[in-house]
C-alpha cells in the first residue's frame, strides 16, 4: 500500500515532467510571435534530469538521497530584437536542484529580465545584465550554469562612447541571490564606473603604429548597513579601485592590472580591518608552430562581495583569474585548485611547439607538444606584534611584502602533452601530469601542509577513424598517489558516427585504497545525439564524489547514482 508521502513525491514528479513539456512544447509559439511584433526572436534552453538511487558499493544510502528521486535543473533564455532595441528575460526552474546545487535555488521563476537601447553613442539597460570591469579584480558579473553559480547585477547599466577611442560605463544595482528578494536579505547596493582608452585610436600620429596600447581604469563600491549588534563597527561603504593596460606588437603581448580595495571585514577574512591588493600580469609570444605564455598573480585579502557575512558561491564582486590549467582527463582533474582570496602568489608558464612536419621527429603529419608549469604559495604574512596572532579577529590582521612568496605551498602543476597524427586513420595524445595538492588550504580551508597529495597521472588516447564519418576512441588513464584514496585507473571506448551520434562505455576504479580493501568501480554509460543546434544526451552509472572547479570557483559534488539526461537547443 502506497504510503502518503510516496503519492506526494510521484505528483511532484510528474509535475516536474509537465514543466519539461510544456516549456518544449511553447518554443514554437515564441518564435512565431516575431512575425507579429516584428524584430526577431533567438534563445536557447537546457534541461537537466537525474535520477538518484541507493547505492551499497560506494556509499549512497536512503538517508542520504533523502526521499528524492529525481532533481531537475531547467532554463530558457529569450531575447527580442528590433532595430536599437533588445529585450530578453531567462525562466529558470529547479525542482529540486540537481544534487551539488545549493538548496536555496529550489524554485521556478524568472530571476533574469532586461531592456536595452542604443543609439548612437550612448547605450542604456535597466533589469539584469552581466559584465566586468578589466580582468574582473574588482568586478565581475557572470553566470556559469555547470556550478549553480550566477550574480547578476538588477539594475541600471549605461554605456558611452563620447569620441572613437574612449569607452566608459557605469552601473548601479543589487546582485541575484539565489530567490531572495533585495527587501528581505542583507546585501548591499553595488555602483561603478570604468574607463577604457584606445591610444592608437585618440591619437592620429599612432594611427599606424606597430605598437597598440590600450589602458583603463575602474571604481567599485558596495554600501551595506552596518550591523548595530554586531561587536566591532563595520565600514558601510567599501570602494575598490583597478588601473590595467594592454601593450601589444607583432607577435607579443603584455598585460596587467592591479586593485586596491580598502578595509573590508567579511566572514572570509575572519573581520580584519586590512586593505586588499591584487596584481596580475601576463605575457605571450606566438607564431606559426611555436606559443609562449607567462603569467603571475598576487592576490592579499581580495574577497569582494555585497554581503559581508556570505561564505558560499554568491554575491562575488571580485573575480580572481585562476592561473592552472583547466583539464580535460577526469583522473588529471580529481585535485583541482579553487583560488585562495585571504592570500597566494602564484606563477604560469606554457610552452606549445609543434615540430614541423615531414621532419624526423614530427613525422609526416607533424607532432605538437605542450608543457604547462603551475605553482601556487601562501604569500608572505607577519605578525602585527609579538602578541596577536596572524589574521585576529578585530585587528587589521597582518602585515605582507608586495609580491613575495610564503613558505607554504598550496599547489603545484607539471605536465606534459604530446599530440600525433600517425596516419590518416590513426591519432594519439599522450599525456603525464605531477600534482603537489594541499588538502589543508584548499578543502579544509587550515593554514598547514600536514596533507600534501602527491599525485602522477598518466593518459593514453587513441582515435581511429574508419571513414570520414565513424571514429573509435580508447582513452586510458592511471593515477598513483598515497595519499587520500589511493590509486585510480580509468577507461573509456567512445563511438561517434559524426556529425549526429556518440556512444560510450566507462568505469574508473579506485585500488589500494589505504582506508578499505575493496576496489570501487564507478561505471557509466551514455550516448548523444546532436542535430544542428539541439543537443541530447542521456547516461546511466555512478558518479564519484569530487569537487568541480570552473575558472577557479569551485563546488563539491557528491557521490550519486542513476540516470541523467541532457537537452539542448537553440533557435
Request: aromatic share 16%; glycine share 10%; net charge positive.
Amino acid at each position: 500500500m502506497q504510503t502518503k508521502k510516496s503519492i506526494i513525491l510521484k505528483k511532484i514528479t510528474v509535475i516536474r515532467f509537465l514543466y519539461l513539456f510544456v516549456f518544449i512544447a511553447i518554443l514554437p509559439v515564441l518564435t512565431q510571435a516575431q512575425d507579429i511584433l516584428g524584430g526577431q526572436v533567438r534563445g536557447n534552453f537546457q534541461v537537466d534530469v537525474q535520477t538518484y538511487e541507493p547505492n551499497s558499493q560506494i556509499g549512497i544510502t536512503k538517508e542520504d538521497i533523502n526521499g528524492e528521486k529525481v532533481g531537475m535543473n531547467g532554463f530558457g533564455n529569450f531575447i527580442y530584437t528590433n532595430k536599437n532595441f533588445t529585450a530578453g528575460l531567462r525562466f529558470e526552474s529547479y525542482l529540486k536542484p540537481l544534487v551539488g546545487f545549493d538548496p536555496a535555488y529550489e524554485g521556478t521563476g524568472i530571476p533574469y529580465w532586461f531592456a536595452s537601447y542604443k543609439k548612437d553613442k550612448f547605450e542604456i539597460t535597466v533589469g539584469n545584465f552581466y559584465d566586468q570591469f578589466g580582468n574582473g579584480l574588482i568586478f565581475r558579473a557572470y553566470e556559469e550554469w555547470t556550478l549553480g553559480y550566477d550574480n547578476s547585477v538588477n539594475g541600471i547599466r549605461v554605456k558611452f562612447n563620447p569620441f572613437k577611442g574612449v569607452a566608459l560605463k557605469g552601473i548601479y544595482g543589487v546582485q541575484r541571490y539565489y530567490w531572495v528578494k533585495y527587501k528581505d536579505s542583507d546585501r548591499g547596493i553595488v555602483k561603478g564606473a570604468d574607463a577604457e582608452f584606445f591610444l592608437n585610436d585618440i591619437f592620429k600620429a599612432w594611427k599606424n603604429n606597430k605598437t597598440k596600447i590600450i589602458l583603463g581604469g575602474g571604481f567599485m563600491s558596495k554600501y551595506q548597513k552596518d550591523d548595530p549588534f554586531f561587536k566591532y563597527k563595520l565600514p558601510e561603504n567599501v570602494t575598490a579601485f583597478s588601473g590595467r593596460f594592454n601593450i601589444s606588437r607583432g607577435r607579443v603581448n603584455f598585460l596587467g592590472e592591479y586593485a586596491y580595495k580598502i578595509n573590508d571585514p567579511s566572514a572570509i577574512n575572519n573581520i580584519i580591518y586590512k586593505e586588499g591588493q591584487a596584481l596580475f600580469i601576463s605575457g605571450s609570444y606566438s607564431k606559426k608552430g611555436l606559443g609562449i605564455t607567462l603569467g603571475a598573480k598576487w592576490i592579499d585579502n581580495m574577497s569582494f562581495k555585497s554581503d559581508r557575512f556570505e561564505t558560499g558561491n554568491a554575491l562575488d564582486l571580485s573575480f580572481l583569474p585562476p592561473l592552472t590549467k583547466t583539464h580535460s582527463y577526469s583522473l588529471e582533474a580529481m585535485y583541482p585548485y579553487g583560488t585562495q582570496p585571504n592570500g597566494e602568489m602564484a606563477v604560469n608558464a606554457q610552452v606549445v611547439y609543434t615540430i614541423p612536419k615531414k621532419s624526423k621527429i614530427g613525422g609526416r603529419y607533424g607532432t605538437t607538444l605542450e608543457f604547462n608549469f603551475t605553482r601556487v604559495n601562501a604569500i608572505d604574512k607577519k605578525a602585527l606584534n609579538d602578541t596577536t596572532p596572524i589574521g585576529a579577529e578585530g585587528t587589521k590582521g597582518y602585515t605582507s611584502a608586495f609580491l613575495k612568496f610564503g613558505d607554504l605551498k598550496y599547489f603545484e602543476d607539471w605536465n606534459i602533452e604530446i599530440t600525433k597524427k600517425i596516419s590518416k586513420k590513426w591519432k594519439m595524445i599522450l599525456a603525464y601530469t605531477y600534482l603537489n595538492y594541499n588538502f589543508d588550504v584548499i578543502e579544509e580551508e587550515i593554514e598547514s601542509d600536514h596533507n600534501i597529495y602527491k599525485v602522477h597521472v598518466g593518459v593514453a588516447d587513441v582515435t581511429y577513424k574508419f571513414d570520414s564519418k565513424n571514429a573509435l576512441r580508447l582513452e586510458l588513464q592511471y593515477m598513483e598517489t598515497r595519499q587520500d584514496s589511493g590509486n585510480w585507473a580509468a577507461a573509456l571506448i567512445e563511438y561517434t558516427i559524426a556529425p549526429k551520434w556518440f556512444f560510450s562505455v566507462r568505469d574508473e576504479f579506485n585500488f589500494n585504497n589505504p582506508q578499505s580493501n575493496n576496489t570501487y568501480h564507478y561505471y557509466s554509460a551514455a550516448f548523444g545525439y546532436t542535430s544542428g543546434p539541439n543537443r541530447i544526451q542521456l547516461s546511466y552509472g555512478l558518479q564519484r564524489e569530487g569537487i568541480l572547479c570552473v575558472g577557479g570557483i569551485c563546488r563539491k559534488v557528491p557521490a550519486a547514482s542513476g540516470l541523467t539526461l541532457t537537452i539542448f537547443s537553440s533557435f
